[in-house]
């Protein structure tokens, strides 16, 4: 889809979503806000707790609207929409804006909680390259102990991935290429009809998630272990950040920080959508032993080979301060 369509159409959008919230108190300010997941999905679900946090305790100070998800705006179109000022707040994931900030790719392949993270300066670190490179604050991320396996509508023997295709994202990428996969890239979307069509044997994703999608009915076996950390990012146009009072900023401050202590409910939460996959006739396939180490191994080496290729210094820095 044409880049200034899709921003043109938003826009429209914006403009007269913004007329209603004019009749709000004078020095209340709204933000126009996106999803780059579909509306009550696993990975929206937690910016949509957030969006309602700040319309409930931010009543006469800052409120957030939300103008859609993947229907008026492509994922991969949403980094750029949040950089540019189409919209003020987005929900993405890196993935989706490395060709933006390519460093982003570096976020997945963290160890730690984003507590961790903030506590040990990782945080600024992120911080600072969102905004320097993205023109967009870094406000937080989701996502923490939720990890990400392989899918597949047909057995595996080992840590071998030769002979299959595989849908991929810039998550997986390096790793799965290093495993001999062929690569295709779709956006979610799409994938239940390339699995019905077998135009791919399987896909990466987190453990949750895959029920909200349906792609259970086209899935056969799950690959464990995980691996990587799943990152969902809440960024704000960082000019429209810096025209905010520093009441509106601490209030966004205070709600990432209330939302960010619930990523502790995704323990629980990754066993319920375990039993969930099983019930809905998805095997398990544990690799073990050498097959394990490989895997593990192949996913974090070639994750950091990757961010290193881009900036060897930065990808030190953050390795340093996100295990």
Request: net charge negative; glycine share 10%; charged share 20%.
């Amino acid at each position: 889809m044409n880049r200034k369509f899709v921003c043109a159409t938003l826009a429209a959008a914006l403009v007269s979503g913004g007329l209603a919230a004019g009749s709000a108190a004078a020095d209340e300010v709204t933000l126009r806000g996106t999803t780059a997941f579909a509306q009550g999905t696993t990975f929206s679900r937690p910016y949509e707790a957030f969006v309602e946090w700040i319309n409930e305790n931010g009543k006469g100070v800052l409120q957030i609207q939300t103008v859609g998800g993947p229907e008026a705006m492509p994922p991969f179109e949403v980094g750029n929409a949040v950089s540019t000022g189409v919209v003020d707040i987005a929900n993405v994931t890196a993935a989706f804006y490395t060709n933006i900030l390519p460093m982003g790719d570096a976020l997945k392949l963290a160890e730690n909680r984003i507590q961790d993270q903030r506590a040990n300066g990782c945080y600024d670190k992120i911080d600072a390259m969102h905004q320097e490179q993205m023109n967009v604050k870094y406000l937080g991320r989701t996502g923490d102990h939720i990890s990400f396996h392989l899918y597949l509508t047909k057995p595996l023997a080992g840590a071998d991935l030769s002979g299959l295709t595989i849908r991929t994202t810039p998550v997986y990428q390096a790793m799965f290429e290093k495993l001999g996969a062929t690569l295709i890239r779709t956006p979610p979307g799409d994938v239940y009809t390339a699995l019905e069509r077998g135009t791919i044997d399987g896909y990466g994703w987190p453990i949750q998630g895959v029920l909200d999608l349906g792609w259970d009915e086209q899935t056969k076996y799950r690959v464990d272990p995980g691996f990587y950390q799943v990152d969902v990012d809440v960024l704000v146009n960082l000019d429209r950040w810096q025209s905010l009072s520093d009441e509106q900023r601490a209030l966004l401050e205070k709600g990432i920080a209330w939302l960010e202590e619930r990523n502790a409910e995704n323990l629980n939460i990754n066993q319920a959508e375990a039993a969930k996959q099983a019930e809905a006739g998805i095997e398990v396939i544990e690799l073990d032993g050498g097959d394990k180490e490989k895997w593990l191994n192949t996913a974090r080496d070639a994750g950091w080979e990757k961010v290193a290729a881009i900036d060897a210094d930065t990808a030190a820095a953050l390795q340093s301060c996100m295990r």
